[in-house]
C-alpha cells in the first residue's frame, strides 16, 4: 500500500488554488480602480465646487455686470467698481487672468449665460455650467463631473 498523493491530487489542488487566486486578484483590481475613481470625482468636484463659489461670491456682490456674451464670459464690476471678469478658457476657467480651477483638472464643458439678466427679469440671474476631468487619469479611473448654479444678483 503506498501512502501519499497522487499527480494528479496535486494538479487539482494546485487548479483550485490558481482559480481562487485569479479571483481574489480580480476583486482586488476592481476595488482599486473603483477607490481611484471615487477619489478622482471628489478631486474634480471640489475644484468646480471652488471655482462655482468664488464666481456666485463675485457675481452676487457685483455692482453691474457690463457683458456677457457668447456663452464664455462674464465681464462685470466687482463692489469696488474695478473691472473684472470671468472666462472659459481652453482647459480652465480664468477669474481675470488668473485660473480658478487646478493645473490638475481639465474643464471639458464650460457655459456662462446671462438670461436673466438680459432680460427684464427681477432679480437678474446668471447661468453657470461647468463639466471636467482629473487631466492625468485616463480610462476607467477618470471621472467626469459636472456642476452648475444660478447667480441671483443683488444690483438691480
Given at each position: 500500500?503506498?501512502?501519499?498523493?497522487?499527480?494528479?491530487?496535486?494538479?487539482?489542488?494546485?487548479?483550485?488554488?490558481?482559480?481562487?487566486?485569479?479571483?481574489?486578484?480580480?476583486?482586488?483590481?476592481?476595488?482599486?480602480?473603483?477607490?481611484k475613481k471615487?477619489?478622482?470625482?471628489?478631486?474634480?468636484?471640489?475644484?468646480?465646487?471652488?471655482?462655482?463659489?468664488?464666481?456666485?461670491?463675485?457675481?452676487?456682490?457685483a455692482n453691474?455686470?457690463?457683458?456677457c456674451d457668447?456663452?464664455?464670459?462674464?465681464?462685470?464690476?466687482?463692489?469696488?467698481?474695478?473691472?473684472?471678469?470671468?472666462?472659459?478658457?481652453?482647459?480652465?476657467?480664468?477669474?481675470?487672468?488668473?485660473?480658478?480651477?487646478?493645473?490638475?483638472?481639465?474643464?471639458?464643458?464650460?457655459?456662462?449665460?446671462?438670461?436673466?439678466?438680459?432680460?427684464?427679469?427681477?432679480?437678474?440671474?446668471?447661468?453657470?455650467?461647468?463639466?471636467?476631468?482629473?487631466?492625468?487619469?485616463?480610462?476607467?479611473?477618470?471621472?467626469?463631473?459636472?456642476?452648475?448654479?444660478?447667480?441671483?444678483?443683488?444690483?438691480?
Amino acid at each position: 500500500m503506498n501512502k501519499g498523493m497522487s499527480l494528479i491530487e496535486i494538479l487539482v489542488v494546485v487548479a483550485v488554488f490558481a482559480i481562487l487566486g485569479v479571483i481574489v486578484t480580480q476583486a482586488v483590481t476592481l476595488t482599486l480602480r473603483g477607490s481611484k475613481k471615487s477619489e478622482s470625482q471628489v478631486r474634480v468636484r471640489e475644484n468646480l465646487s471652488y471655482a462655482l463659489s468664488v464666481m456666485e461670491r463675485q457675481l452676487r456682490n457685483a455692482n453691474a455686470v457690463t457683458v456677457c456674451d457668447t456663452g464664455l464670459r462674464v465681464e462685470y464690476k466687482d463692489s469696488k467698481d474695478y473691472p473684472t471678469s470671468f472666462s472659459c478658457e481652453t482647459d480652465y476657467v480664468a477669474s481675470g487672468s488668473a485660473r480658478l480651477t487646478s493645473d490638475e483638472i481639465r474643464v471639458t464643458a464650460c457655459s456662462i449665460s446671462c438670461p436673466g439678466y438680459q432680460t427684464s427679469s427681477n432679480p437678474p440671474y446668471i447661468d453657470i455650467f461647468l463639466s471636467g476631468e482629473e487631466a492625468s487619469v485616463t480610462g476607467v479611473e477618470g471621472a467626469s463631473v459636472s456642476a452648475q448654479t444660478k447667480v441671483y444678483l443683488r444690483t438691480y
